[in-house]
């Protein structure tokens, strides 16, 4: 899922949500393929992908666990 972007500096930036019952599983082979997408209509060559991913938590349930988290993972536009 499109997450965000910033033209001026080259980033595009995807996340997944999940929750507790429903953990995420990203597709990154899709958020790859987005991102390049994205990078090449800006006019560059392709996206590259950071090391990892930030996983935030949205929301907490009673006992304090996790209750619905979001993984987001950036790619910087490269060539061109």
């Known amino acids: 899922i499109p997450a965000g972007e910033s033209r001026n ?3 595009v930036t995807m996340s997944s949500s999940g929750t507790i019952y429903n953990p995420v599983s ?4 899709i958020a790859q393929d987005a991102a390049d997408t994205r990078c ?3 006019g ?3 996206a ?3 090391a990892g991913a930030q996983e935030t938590c949205r929301a907490w349930d ?3 666990r996790c ?3 979001r993984v987001t993972r ?3 536009c490269s060539g061109g």
């Open 44 to 46: 560059y060559e392709r």
């Open 9 to 11: 500096d080259g980033i």
């Open 62 to 64: 009673r006992y304090g």
């Open 67 to 69: 209750f619905a988290n």
């Open 74 to 76: 950036f790619y910087p």
């Open 40 to 42: 090449r209509g800006w």
């Open 48 to 50: 590259a992908s950071y």
């Open 26 to 29: 990203a597709d990154w082979q």
